[in-house]
């Protein structure tokens, strides 16, 4: 019997960049006036106004909009410390 092969069809990444996002996002260094509280209002602004739902997406976008120092500091951080204010979650 012949064997048969079908063609590999792969799933769309669900968790996929936005295009030009380094483009469109306001980057954080912790110099100047610009303030931390600005910064995620701004970030959840563009999250809003793109439609990102994705919790992964966000945070992955929300890390790049980070520089310098502050980048360090963010990347630092060990898994599970970041507590959502809000919601009381732990992410």
């Given at each position: 019997m012949?064997?048969s092969?079908?063609a590999?069809?792969?799933?769309?990444?669900?968790r996929?960049?936005?295009?030009?996002?380094q483009?469109?996002?306001n980057?954080?260094?912790?110099?100047g006036?610009?303030?931390a509280?600005?910064?995620?209002?701004k970030?959840t602004?563009?999250?809003?106004?793109?439609e990102?739902d994705?919790?992964?997406v966000?945070?992955?976008?929300?890390?790049?909009s980070?520089t310098?120092?502050?980048r360090?500091?963010?990347?630092a951080?060990g898994?599970?410390?970041i507590?959502?204010?809000?919601f009381?979650?732990?992410?």
């Amino acid at each position: 019997m012949a064997k048969s092969y079908v063609a590999l069809q792969l799933l769309a990444n669900p968790r996929a960049m936005p295009q030009d996002y380094q483009r469109k996002i306001n980057y954080f260094d912790g110099t100047g006036t610009y303030k931390a509280q600005q910064h995620t209002k701004k970030m959840t602004d563009y999250f809003e106004n793109y439609e990102i739902d994705d919790d992964d997406v966000r945070m992955k976008i929300f890390v790049q909009s980070l520089t310098g120092e502050v980048r360090t500091w963010f990347r630092a951080l060990g898994a599970h410390t970041i507590t959502d204010q809000i919601f009381g979650t732990v992410v």
